[in-house]
T-cell receptor, first 109, second 117 residues
Framework: GDSVTQMEGPVTLSEEAFLTINCTYT??????LFWYVQYPGEGLQLLLK?????DKGSNKGFEATYRKETTSFHLEKGSVQVSDSAVYFC????????FGAGTTVTVRA | DTGVSQDPRHKITKRGQNVTFRCDPI?????LYWYRQTLGQGPEFLTY????????KSRLLSDRFSAERPKGSFSTLEIQRTEQGDSAMYLC???????????????FGAGSRLTVL
């Protein structure tokens, strides 16, 4: 079945560092791809999405590009802040979301 | 509308007891989903409703689990004869019913945490 594999954590960074979280997917069709974020003590929130190949999703300084040729949807941010500390989940959608295992990111001041 | 509401936020129960969780979706959303999340893992799909119809159940949903969505509004997830392995966060999500599933953005509730002693 359709699935995503994302980079294992935890990831610890200093403020203003560059963040990349790798995500690759396996799908028989052409799913939409998502990044969700879970801040400490809060529910899952949509961070960004892309619905077709070469689409770039962006939000809050984060970006991810839907790469069909490499079946990837890597998440990047050029300069992280302490407030970006959270668990990040890559997901794909046919009619339901299938999530990766999550990557815990901690940003130190 | 304040989003997806779940109740209770935390339930502690003894093994063998029954528990029920309630989810109130965003009012105009036709689709409702239940997921389970264990520590260190991503959410796992349990079941999905389109209005009041339950359209799919994961094999994770054993016979001890039952979900309903009467009248296509709120939903309940009941676990009978709980086991320690049922301890997890149970997440509810809803989404609009129109359009294809590809752009289907789910809005999640804060979850109901179950601890089975």
């Amino acid at each position: 079945g359709d699935s995503v594999t994302q980079m294992e954590g935890p990831v610890t960074l200093s403020e203003e560092a560059f963040l990349t979280i790798n995500c690759t997917y396996t799908a028989t069709g052409y799913p939409s791809l998502f990044w969700y974020v879970q801040y400490p003590g809060e529910g899952l929130q949509l961070l960004l999405k892309a619905t077709k190949a070469d689409d770039k999703g962006s939000n809050k300084g984060f970006e991810a590009t839907y790469r069909k040729e490499t079946t990837s949807f890597h998440l990047e941010k050029g300069s992280v802040q302490v407030s970006d500390s959270a668990v990040y989940f890559c997901a794909l959608s046919d009619y339901k979301l299938s999530f990766g295992a999550g990557t815990t990111v901690t940003v130190r001041a | 509308d304040t989003g997806v509401s779940q109740d209770p936020r935390h339930k502690i129960t003894k093994r063998g007891q029954n528990v029920t969780f309630r989810c109130d979706p965003i009012s105009e959303h036709n689709r409702l989903y239940w997921y389970r999340q264990t520590l260190g893992q991503g959410p796992e799909f349990l079941t999905y409703f389109q209005n009041e119809a339950q359209l799919e159940k994961s094999r994770l949903l054993s016979d001890r689990f039952s979900a309903e969505r009467p009248k296509g509004s709120f939903s309940t997830l009941e676990i009978q004869r709980t086991e320690q392995g049922d301890s997890a966060m149970y997440l509810c999500a809803s989404s609009p019913g129109g359009g294809g599933f590809g752009a289907n953005v789910l809005t999640f509730g804060a979850g109901s945490r179950l601890t089975v002693l």
